[in-house]
């Protein structure tokens, strides 16, 4: 079923619009995107679902500039992404990811990694350290700021790489498994506070899960296979 | 403060590679101030021997090199009446050898030249100088390398001369040469009549347009110039700085080039962090700069030290007893400056591909990789 109808809707803005995408590798012989049509409204939240290589993660990096789509258009924020060009940059700055891995620099403290974003965006240094503050909190983090990575806990790990991605006040927050490297019961407190910054934050939320559990409590599940949106059901 | 962070960071990780990479620049700058240092030194003594007390060098045109000038006694003699002059001396230079030591600068002057007169006298009486042809004066340097003393006979290419006196100077060039009587260095070196340059002396040093043009027009064949004029356009001088310059700017050249391979591996072995920084939303010219940042310190660092490694060296070159007296350990604040300048420039450029290369990271790709 495609979907990207349901979210053309003018009395709704469609905060991220993927029409008629094609994404392959390998000169075209690995086909991953075949003619997509994805689409997402403000402040809504969507797990997309489906087995390995079916194109989640695909989705999700071409949705963030991080990959070029052979063929189509996205639209973010109302604007399509022009790739191999500056705008993609300042697209870093609009959308926030996750990984499953945290990807953290090692060498740099839980507060020092959480600003990086703030200094590419070349954000005031004292409004950056607010917002940090302000995100530590709500994370649990504010008793571990001048630890090194390597002291954190999985968690807390995943929970830095979440402040970090909210640190330039993202419209859009993209996930890509973002349990995936955690216990059942850290998997459930991290998503739990995720969800919860979403909604405070007000922004759309995309994340690619094999966790049935966890994607249910999103607005919409978007199920995928060989590189098709088949279904959409409301969690 | 994060960005001066990432730039460090990567340095004292691999503290190893970076002192390596430092070793490489400061080893290269201090070659560099050493050579250039000395040579310029060298220019500057030589520089030094033409002038004495004089303030123009009259020699002539179109020779390539002084020893081949030939000013007539003559005209040397004109010139020391005309009314401008205060004293004009006649010098011939000669170079010959003696046994174990392939090269002896001989300077064949009348008793009233400057470096006769100037010169400390350590033995010897000045009054006797030129009283008897055979009879010459050695430099302290030389004295001691022909281990020879007064009254006692030296060889000196293939004539045997008395030594009437010794002397020191002030510059390592003549104190490692020969003074003999002018006619005896003329009958020497098979150049009766002539001498390579004359020194002259102004009694008034605005007169120095004048005087030049008075030789022009009274000598079509010579040329006079003033001290600075002739050390900036006398070939062999010219020759001998550039090619101490481009002795140094090779040295300087492969601690570039090991800069550049430092900054390559650092880079490869960052490639994870890199992307970080980019899904971070770091653009083109943060990432760029944090490449250039680094290998901008270490380059600052290795001038630093190379210009304390140069200083110790030229200044332990100076009391090597073989060279006593050839090094000049003056180093000069554009030296210093242009090296570390240069050191910077080679440093820097060495890092261009490099952050080349790491701009063009594709975050995923690297993250994939990993």
New interface residues.
Partial sequence: MNDAAEYSSPAQLAVIQAADVWKSYDNGSIKVLNGIHFGAHAGQTVALCGPSGCGKSTLL?LVGG??TPDRGSISVNGAPLRFGS?SL?LL??EVG?V?Q?H???P??TLE?NC???T???GTNRRDARERFMQLAERTGLAHRLDQPIQKLSGGERQRTALC?ALM?RPRILLADEPTGSLDERASEQFFELLLELVEIEGITFAMATHDRALAVRCDRLVEMRDGRVYETAKA | MIFLKLILTNLLRHRVRTLISVAGIAFSVAAMLTVVTILQGAVAMFAGILSSDGQLIVFEGNVSDLFLSNVPDDAVRQLDTWPMVDHADPVLFGIVSSSDHPIITCFGVSPADGRIRNATWLSGSRGDFAKNDSAIVLGQRTAEFLNAKVGEQVQIGHGHFDVLAIIRTSNGFEDGGVFMPLTTAQNFFHKQGVSSVATVKLKNKEDSAAFKHAVQAKFPNLIALEDEEFNQSYSQFKTLKATAWAIGGCGLLLGGLGVANTMIMSVFTRIREIAILRLNGFSNGQIAGIILGESGLVSLAGAAAGLVIGLDAILALKFVPALHGYVDAHVRLYVMVAVVVLACITGVAGALYPAFYAIRVRALEALRFE
Avoid: K, T
């Fill in positions: 990096h991080l990959d500056g940059r870093r700055h990811f990984f891995l990807n953290l620099i060498d740099l020092e600003l990086l974003p200094v590419a965006a970090r330039n």
